[in-house]
């Protein structure tokens, strides 16, 4: 069943719908394929690469160049599927929540695109085959990708009762950061651990300013999130978060040897934080999702930084 798309909320403000007509999932997937596609997000990819570009610059540093081809497949597939099983768990979770946003009203799950039975079948599907994927990876990584399952399944309840779902969010779609250290050179050193908070804090930051979008109703239905928490003060917080995440990028590099084209870069990534900073405005809730989308710039510059740090 396709989604069938009404008029806004509120007529006189812009749409902020997620889901849009005549998307390349309406056109080119066979109609029964299109809810699921949805309930994992392949409709809106972004947040994919927002996991995995962080990543994919962790195997950079942990291989001191060049990844290993398998194991940048291997972590690519991990981090589209487990991104997948999150955005499905987030939406089990928040069904009765879902049609009473703006944002979130046509989601299958709360739109009745998708019975919960058939979105719980298709969550165990894409745990399988994560399950298969750890035999493509050490011991060690595979004691750390048990742990992060945890952290996939609560994050949606963390709305209900801390105004920090984000921080959770964060650790949990960059824990591949550390397992590409770990299952690269079998251990995580402080440097490691330095880059993933720092992707951690970015997160908070870019999160925090998607979630103003949804903050006047989720304040109607009693939800906390970082934006709440921030408030008319989100300028000051993102400097913060943001500024967290570039000194600890920075020390990371230093601890780790890289070439001074990383710091170059690491340049560039703050000027385009600050770019953002100054862009936001917590009254105009249509900047969130350009805003969000603008930290691809970022992954791919944490990318480059990487290349640029190793291969010089």
């Given at each position: 069943m396709q989604p069938h798309f009404p008029s806004p909320f509120d007529p006189s403000r812009p749409d902020l719908a997620d889901m849009r007509p005549n998307d390349?999932?309406?056109r080119w997937l066979p109609p029964s394929w299109g809810p699921y596609a949805r309930l994992c997000r392949l409709d809106r990819p972004v947040g994919t690469w927002l996991t995995l570009l962080p990543c994919i610059a962790a195997l950079i540093q942990a291989a001191g160049g060049w990844p290993d081809l398998w194991r940048l497949f291997v972590f690519s597939f991990g981090?589209?599927?487990?991104?997948?099983?999150?955005?499905?768990?987030?939406?089990?979770?928040?069904?009765d929540f879902d049609h009473q946003v703006e944002r979130t009203r046509f989601r299958p799950l709360t739109s009745g695109q998708l019975s919960l039975k058939n979105a719980w079948i298709f969550v165990f599907a894409q745990l399988v085959i994560a399950a298969l994927l750890l035999l493509a990876i050490?011991?060690?990584?595979?004691?750390?990708?048990?742990?992060?399952?945890?952290?996939?399944?609560i994050y949606p309840?963390?709305?209900?009762?801390?105004?920090?779902?984000?921080?959770?969010?964060?650790i949990a779609f960059n824990w591949g950061m550390l397992m590409a250290w770990s299952d690269t050179q079998n251990t995580v050193p402080l440097a490691a651990i330095a880059m993933w908070a720092g992707a951690v804090t970015w997160q908070?930051?870019?999160?925090?300013?998607?979630?103003?979008?949804?903050?006047?109703?989720?304040l109607k239905l009693g939800l906390k999130s970082a934006a709440?928490?921030?408030?008319?003060?989100?300028?000051?917080?993102?400097?913060?978060?943001y500024g967290a995440s570039v000194l600890l990028w920075i020390w990371a590099g230093y601890a780790m040897g890289m070439h001074w084209a990383y710091f170059v870069v690491m340049v560039g990534i703050a000027l385009h934080l600050a770019w953002q900073i100054y862009?936001?405005?917590?009254?105009?809730?249509?900047l969130g999702l350009p805003l969000f989308?603008?930290?691809?710039t970022v992954g791919v510059l944490l990318v480059i930084a990487a290349l640029g740090g190793t291969l010089l």
């Open positions: 390349w999932v309406a981090a589209l599927l487990m991104r997948g099983v999150g955005c499905c768990f987030n939406d089990i979770f928040d069904r050490n011991s060690y990584s595979r004691w750390l990708a048990l742990l992060l399952l945890p952290l996939v399944v309840l963390c709305k209900r009762f801390t105004h920090w779902p984000q921080a959770v969010l964060g908070i930051g870019y999160d925090a300013i998607y979630g103003y979008i949804d903050m006047e109703d989720d709440i928490r921030f408030g008319d003060q989100g300028k000051v917080w993102l400097s913060g978060f862009q936001f405005d917590p009254k105009k809730r249509e989308r603008a930290n691809m």
